[in-house]
């Protein structure tokens, strides 16, 4: 079974930092893709950021310059470095990973809360 264990999330004041971990249960190269979506009350679960096994990345626009995506490959372990944290990025953000076999499947893991107070 394919599992995604995020850690990290929590509390922090406008300006600050945060940062996510998602622990693979297998290589993340066995992964077409890794990274985060989040979702506000309200509104549509939405990509942040993702890390490909080529090791290129994507950004949502909102998070670009302010957000980092990584990966540590001999500990199965996706990295999000949140920097400049505004109210708005105030979410559950949720690891998600695409593998492909005959079709793509998409994993997701438990979700964290994020809330930047103003």
């Known amino acids: 079974q394919v599992q995604l264990v995020e850690s990290g999330g929590g509390l922090v004041q406008a300006g600050g930092s945060l940062s996510l971990s998602c622990a693979a249960s297998?290589?993340?190269?066995?992964?077409?893709?890794i990274g985060w979506y989040r979702q506000a009350p309200g509104k549509q679960r939405e990509l942040v950021a993702e890390i490909y096994s080529d090791g290129g990345t994507a950004y949502a626009d909102s998070v670009k310059g302010r957000f980092t995506i990584s990966r540590d490959s001999a500990k199965n372990t996706v990295y999000l470095q949140m920097n400049s944290l505004k109210p708005e990025d105030t979410a559950v953000y949720y690891c998600?990973?695409?593998?492909?076999?005959?079709?793509?499947?998409?994993?997701w893991g438990q979700g964290n809360q994020v809330t930047v107070s103003s």
């Open positions: 998600n990973g695409k593998r492909l076999s005959s079709t793509v499947v998409v994993y």
């Open positions: 297998l290589s993340t190269f066995s992964f077409v893709a």
